[in-house]
């Protein structure tokens, strides 16, 4: 993955609503959703609709979608 000139990426659990919904305030030049070793095997479906929903309520200017 490339970083075109970010110098700080905050990795957030995507199974952590409150803490996605504050992580613009942080001060990273990125937020990467994690859907993996932060969230329990139980959590991960419920994770990842929790990022399908997000995705598709961001405008597309403020998101790289960089998954697979």
Known sequence: M??????????????????IER??????DAVILDLEDAVPAEQKEEARQRVAALRASWPSAACRCCCA
């Open 23 to 28: 992580a613009h305030e942080r001060g990273a």
């Open 2 to 19: 490339r970083l075109n000139g970010l110098r700080s990426l905050l990795f957030v659990p995507a199974n952590a609503p409150a803490f």
